[in-house]
């Protein structure tokens, strides 16, 4: 259903942004830029993540509308910005009804994690802004009131008591190393963070840390184990029924595992990583086609990349690139050798065809031998743009659609 904060959405595919889904009494999630999940009934409450600092207002609002226990827990599934930084409106919450402060828990290393925001925040910030592709929603991301550290942490396995109901704190890595699951055993609740995502799991994005194709699998597949009735997902919608959740979490595993493994493979047959980026793996056909799976947000080539990182580190077995030289000698010597006419005209033609890869990597070649040259900047902000108009992941679309807006801009 449409609503005001549609139009201001880093995740703007969630139809249910800013609503609270009630799954059944005593289990309810709301829809933030991520979501937060509720488990009720007992006479206490626990939230597994308090959404952004944006929204944690309209997150308790809306728990509040069909719920006056207070909070017990507040569980951090990961330490990230839509899931983690929305908890003062929680703490407020608690004073404001008398009552006692919510304990805070998390994996101990989400400290860490806020710990290094801290140092890198400008740089986040930078990148936030093209990724989300909305850069005052990417810069109200962090504010002096956004790190609400853990007041409790735990290492592999914690077990919680919610008014006489068990709750289990399981550690994962998965999209971040700090990553934790909580599964109440009693109501077969699995609340799962960005272990799920409703899409193609996000590893690999361009410019974040290192993240884990191997146990994010792992972790879903011992979720699955678990039999769970109710999966309630990092983003997305709420999961029902035995065999739903069994699909989702074993389906959306065997993806990442498939991944994981031709990359392996690949790289124990001597193949360098640039050639294993370009030889384009590609999920088979029946998980492709996996509702769930869709490459909205993340997407296969960024789950490639993320494996080679992780095992084979940064050369791309180029030899020029190991020491490589300046783009910009590179480029002239090009230009002097066919021409910059000649070139932005094969680009050109190119990119009429569809052949749009081809296209900017050409492009690219004038515009690195003379970046104030209009032309080439003209063209290349052309090919970026038709590019985004046919790329369905969320993440490298506002990549390439901020890089044309740059061009565009200079050429002002
Ligand atoms: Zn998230």
């Not at 991944?259 to 056909?285: S, T």
């Not at 020029?320 to 932005?344: K, N, T, V, Y």
């Not at 050409?362 to 090919?383: Q, S, T, Y």
């Amino acid at each position: 259903m449409p609503n005001a904060y549609q139009g201001n959405s880093l995740y703007s595919f969630d139809p249910m942004m800013g609503q609270l889904e009630v799954i059944e009494p005593g289990i309810a999630m709301f829809h933030g830029y991520a979501n937060s999940a509720f488990a009720y009934g007992r006479g206490e409450m626990l939230a597994v993540d308090t959404s952004s600092r944006t929204m944690g207002a309209m997150a308790v609002a809306r728990i509040r509308e069909v719920t006056a226990e207070p909070f017990a827990f507040l569980i951090y599934s990961h330490g990230l910005g839509d899931h983690a930084f929305g908890t003062e409106a929680f703490i407020r919450d608690a004073i404001a009804r008398g009552f006692a402060r919510p304990k805070i828990w998390a994996h101990e290393d989400v400290a860490g994690r806020f710990d290094l925001f801290r140092m890198t925040r400008g740089w986040h910030s930078h990148v936030n802004r093209m990724q989300f592709g909305n850069a005052s929603a990417a810069d109200e991301i962090f504010g002096d009131d956004t790190f609400s550290y853990p007041d409790l942490t735990y290492r592999g396995t914690q077990f919680l008591d919610l008014a006489g109901e068990p709750v289990e704190l399981h550690h994962a890595m998965a999209e971040t190393d700090d990553a934790t699951w909580v599964w109440m055993p009693a109501r077969r609740l699995a609340m799962v963070g960005d272990l799920i995502v409703s899409a193609m799991p996000n590893t690999g994005n361009p410019n974040k840390a290192q993240r884990y194709t191997l146990e994010w699998a792992q972790a879903l597949e011992r979720i699955a184990h678990r039999k769970p009735q109710y999966v309630l997902p990092g983003h997305g919608p709420a999961y029902q029924g035995e065999q739903m959740c069994e699909e989702l979490l074993t389906e959306t595993a065997r993806a990442l595992r498939y991944v994981h493994d031709e990359v392996v493979q690949r790289l124990n047959a001597g193949q360098w990583p640039i050639d294993i980026v370009e030889a384009n793996i590609a999920l088979p056909d029946d998980l492709a086609d996996k509702p769930f799976l869709k490459p909205v947000y993340g997407c296969v080539p960024f789950i490639v990349r993320d494996v080679i990182r992780r095992y084979a580190g940064w050369w791309s077995g180029e030899p020029s690139q190991m020491l490589p030289a300046p783009r910009r000698e590179h480029c002239e010597d090009l230009i002097a050798l066919c021409g910059r006419d000649a070139i932005l005209a094969r680009a050109r033609s190119l990119m009429e065809a569809g052949e749009l890869r081809r296209a900017l990597s050409l492009a690219e070649v004038a515009l690195n031998a003379d970046k104030e040259d209009a032309e080439p900047r003209a063209l290349n902000a052309e090919i970026l743009e038709a590019i985004v108009s046919s790329e369905r992941s969320f993440i490298a679309r506002n990549f390439f659609a901020a890089a044309a807006k740059q061009l565009r801009n200079h050429a002002m």
